[in-house]
């Protein structure tokens, strides 16, 4: 097995070829390092490697692994990526830089609560739902645009609508990758249009298997676990 090192330079070579075939701006996109099961020592050593920011979907796996991180390394920067219940959002709110998995109005509502109450601001995206086998994020474009509106309108002023998120099939079938990551490019242009006055710059999309492609789609930040930290161990 490689090394997380190893891995890593790899994957930031294979951003870099994808930036390039893309015709896209060398080092526009961000690599999120997704740790989830992964312990605070391959944490560590990715941090030694560079590596600033990093993916967790569970909030109570990520509130003391990074807890601990963070005293060490205050500067690491903390994406919620999965699926978040309402009674979890305080700890979220408490440790991440970035809830990237915004997907009901209630959600955006607890946020600015806690937010609010801790006198932080804090980074959301919206996520879309945009391929039939992906569980979560908002089902269709008005649902979409009633949550930004939401935002726009001032009632969550401690929340920074701050780009979109979205998950591509399981899928060989690189037509459907594919096509799910221009759902998300082309809502995320028409709210842009709408909603100029947000810093809806993100788009958060391509996986260790379909980054590239998310890349030739307009993707400005990449969520890669398994390329950097191997195969997940969902036993333990
Ligand atoms: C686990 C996870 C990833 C990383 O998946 P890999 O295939 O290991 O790169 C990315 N995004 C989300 C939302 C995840 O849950």
Redesign the pocket.
Known sequence: MNSISENLSKVHSQIDSAENDAGRKAGSVKLLA?S?LHPVEEIEEAVKCGQKAF?E?RVQEAHQKFTELYKKYPDLELHI??QLQTNKVKKAVEIASVI??VDRIELIQEIEKHASKAGKNIAVYFEVHTAEDSKSGFADFEQLQEAVAFCAEGNAPHVVPSGF?T?APFSDDQNLVRASFKKLTEMADKIKKLYPQLPLSELSMG???DFPVAIQEGSTEV?????IFGE?NYNK
């Open positions: 997704v989830k993916g979907n990526i999965g990237e998995s998120m998950m996986m260790s298997g969520r890669i676990g398994t390329a997940r």
